[in-house]
């Protein structure tokens, strides 16, 4: 069985949902044969990532960048999965109040150094997810997980 990994630093009531509705378009029934595993950023490890097919990122956007908590997951995995986790399938969500623009070059920077292949454009929700930005995130969820089904 294939194994997705969501790697999230969940704050706020905004990321919560955006998380569930990812995590919901993860798990649907229509996708068999993937395992959906979740990990808070801080406690994310190497072996999380090395045990993955492919990984979902999550992160509010604090002054322009990602959360210290994404940056520190980076930093734990790195160098361990550097070279064993080549060509590894990404997407991301993002939860701004305003400019995401550095966090995405912050993803795109870090994951461009792994070698990883982004399955999609980062989503970027800014202010309050409606339903139109919830239906995004289940459909990011359930892309990365049909990324693995195939």
């Known amino acids: 069985m294939k194994r997705l990994l969501i790697v999230h630093h969940t704050v706020s009531p905004a990321l919560q949902e955006m998380y569930e509705a990812v995590r919901a378009g993860a798990t649907t029934d229509e996708i068999e044969g993937v395992e959906v595993i979740a990990r808070p950023a ?3 490890a ?3 990532v090395l ?3 492919g990984v979902v990122l999550g992160t509010p956007v604090n002054i322009g960048y990602i959360s210290g908590a994404l940056k520190h997951f980076f ?4 160098y361990p999965c550097l070279e064993a986790t080549v060509g590894r399938p ?3 969500y993002l939860h701004s109040g305003s400019d995401a623009t550095g966090a995405v ?3 795109d ?6 070698r990883w292949r982004r399955i999609r454009p980062p989503l970027v929700v800014t202010g309050p997810p409606g339903r139109a930005e919830l239906e995004q995130c289940w459909e990011l ?3 990365a997980a049909a990324e693995l089904a195939a």
Do not use: K, M, P, S
């Open 42 to 44: 801080l406690t994310a």
């Open 46 to 48: 190497a072996v999380d």
């Open 51 to 53: 045990e993955a097919d």
């Open 75 to 78: 930093d734990q995995i790195y």
């Open 90 to 92: 990404y997407a991301a």
């Open 105 to 107: 070059r912050a993803i």
């Open 109 to 114: 920077a870090i994951t461009t150094g792994l």
């Open 141 to 143: 969820g359930a892309i």
